[in-house]
């Protein structure tokens, strides 16, 4: 069983897809494209190299972007209005397993068919037989909660993964803001221990 990390950072101020521009469902107020990128989004001066904004948009300053910008599943698109931030986006996606990640999918959304609210407690558990690529990768699953007011827009978001070489590299760059956590399912329940 091969060990992958979850990717996960320091709060930026900000909501990025609370924006006019923003495609979202009329009923829950969810996005439509969760990769859609904020270009008006500015980024604080307070911000460390890798974090997320208040609605789990994940964004890297130049820093980081030079060490993961040719990686496979790296997308990345620059922030017009906070220069040398770039909005990070994944086109490597993995199974992930929502029986024994504990996925909890609430409140359909009658109008666009998607669940308002998504949670897990283990949100970087992956389908059998399942091992994170090189670069980086993330969940096809999505997480988070729509607000209670459809005019406020918000995304889910999948959770990112790297595998322990491409941990390495991360600690390695001195990323600030940015730490990791072992990509964990739930553990087997079983009416003996087994050694
Ligand atoms: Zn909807």
Known sequence: MHSHFELVGQEIKG????SPTADACDGCGLVLNGE????????????????????????VSMKCASLIGDWPGVQLVELPRSPGWYHLACSQILSYDGRRGRLQQL????????FREVFAPFTACLSPGVAVPDGLARTDAVFGSAYDHPEQKKAQS??????????GKLIGGS?????????????????????
């Not at 999948?158 to 941990?167: C, I, M, T, Y």
């Not at 990323?175 to 050694?195: F, K, W």
Request: hydrophobic content about 35%; charged content about 25%; proline content about 4%.
């Open 15 to 18: 909501f990025f897809y609370d």
């Open 36 to 59: 859609w990128t904020n270009l008006d989004f500015e980024v604080g001066p307070q911000a460390l190299d890798f974090g997320f904004s208040y609605d789990d948009a994940a964004l």
């Open 107 to 114: 409140r359909v959304c009658t109008t666009c068919r998607r």
């Open 158 to 167: 999948p959770s990112l993964l790297v595998n322990a070489e491409f941990a």
């Open 175 to 195: 990323i600030v803001g940015l730490s990791m956590r072992e990509g964990r399912c739930e553990p087997e329940r079983t009416t003996e221990s087994v050694q």
